[in-house]
DNA sequence: CCTTGCAAAGAACATCTGTTCTATTTTGAA
DNA sequence: TTCAAAATAGAACAGATGTTCTTTGCAAGG
């Protein structure tokens, strides 16, 4: 099997790499072994060329003056969020409200960069148990990123209570003048309208991650 | 009168501004003239003890090998991967030559903690296009983590390039006797079946994260 | 076929940069 | 004060590292 990735991406790869490893940026000759690359020159090559797209920044005549500007790892956060239950059809949605959330304990968490949760309040994660979802193509052991809202814009994916049915389950949520519409993700699936009254949002979906072995 | 702050806290205020400044660590002699200092052996001296107090990491005959140990740890288990191409129907699978470069590779990186990707190497991640994955319960939009491999175990998700329908899919590959059986993960759906030698192998999937507004 | 331009190899070069050595000054305790 | 340790100066050295130049291979276009 041949090299799969270009000489430059590799060339980005391989910085982002060795500043997150070092905490200083690659020589030249580093890039050369590192990517295998045949000679400085052609490394020199193709820095300039990433130079000249954008993707770093040269320093001329100083030594490791690679400066990566995509990114900035130092800006990169963790977060820790509690999967603080599971959702699914038939049970209740167990949402924290802000008066609880502090005393709310939960064995799992979910380690989330920054970039996903974008300095949003009030974000928790849920298990998916069963199949009910399917239709807005989340499976049985997905986790979903929660934020706690009472009301959600037209189109977005939220958690709903279905108070009747005594069902939980994730739409997006279309408010239209009787009623509420329901509309699952896949768009092979038909929408389904129901009462406001028997409506109890619980928390708008923020994204979905799905872990296989 | 005496100078505030000491030498050393200087020292490291002025690494530590630099590195945000350029995007790479400075020399002894960036330091000497940056902190007042009037001579590298100075300099070399102070750095010295706060490598010996932890405040640093040198890395001996190597220029500008000055590692700010202070704020590196949250670094450590973040793992920047690379959004290569996109996958899509009908579409080869982003192997990427000089001309998707331009178009997609961007410098767009996921970044995902480690729990994620457990010491795995090749890893790389896709952007779905289109909704013909839905069957795998992937949705147009949705980033794939995916891992090279040539071979997968039965069961396993994987990105399969169908070779006379010229068709990238994502599905669940079980080899049987005579045929290879392509399961979509969504339960409701029906396997498809495919002779051997139209399937081609291009990695595995490990985890899928869908990102809503 | 020839030309042109991109990409690559390899080597030589200039200088950037860490290290080291010795001498000198300052500090702090006895 | 006196002396030893710590800190500072300055310079020279050696190796690390970016740059440049020439040559070569290859593919596209005329």
């Given at each position: 099997?041949?090299?799969?990735l ?5 060339i980005?790869n ?7 490893d070092?905490g200083y940026?690659?020589?030249?000759r580093?890039?050369?072994s590192?990517?295998g ?9 193709n820095?300039?060329i990433l130079?000249k797209?954008?993707?770093?920044r040269?320093h001329r ?6 400066e990566?500007l ?9 977060n820790?969020?509690p999967i603080?239950?599971q ?7 167990p949402?924290?409200?802000?008066d609880?959330w502090?005393s ?8 989330v960069s920054?970039?996903?949760i974008?300095n949003?309040e009030?974000?928790?994660?849920l ?7 399917v239709?807005?193509l989340?499976n049985?052991?997905d986790?979903?990123?929660m934020?706690?809202v ?5 189109g ?8 009747a049915e005594?069902e ?16 699952p ?5 038909q929408p ?8 109890e949002i619980?928390?708008?979906v923020i994204a979905?991650i799905?872990?296989?072995?």
């Amino acid at each position: 099997m041949k090299t799969v990735l270009s000489k430059q991406q590799c060339i980005i790869n391989f910085i982002r790499q060795f500043l997150v490893d070092s905490g200083y940026p690659p020589t030249i000759r580093d890039i050369v072994s590192g990517c295998g690359i045949s000679s400085t020159s052609v490394a020199d090559y193709n820095l300039n060329i990433l130079e000249k797209k954008g993707y770093i920044r040269r320093h001329r005549e100083i030594s490791r003056g690679i400066e990566l500007l995509s990114h900035n790892p130092d800006l990169a956060n963790l977060n820790q969020i509690p999967i603080i239950g599971q959702i699914a059809a038939g049970e209740p949605i167990p949402v924290p409200t802000p008066d609880t959330w502090d005393s709310t304990i939960s064995a799992e968490t979910l380690e989330v960069s920054e970039g996903l949760i974008q300095n949003r309040e009030g974000i928790y994660a849920l298990k998916v148990k069963g199949l009910s979802m399917v239709d807005a193509l989340i499976n049985d052991g997905d986790i979903v990123l929660m934020q706690y809202v009472n009301v959600v814009d037209n189109g977005e994916m939220a958690a709903i209570w279905l108070k009747a049915e005594r069902e939980a389950t994730l739409k997006k949520v279309y408010i239209e003048p009787d009623y509420i519409r329901l509309q699952p993700a896949n768009s092979q699936m038909q929408p389904i309208y129901v009462d406001p009254e028997n409506v109890e949002i619980q928390g708008k979906v923020i994204a979905v991650i799905r872990q296989l072995t």
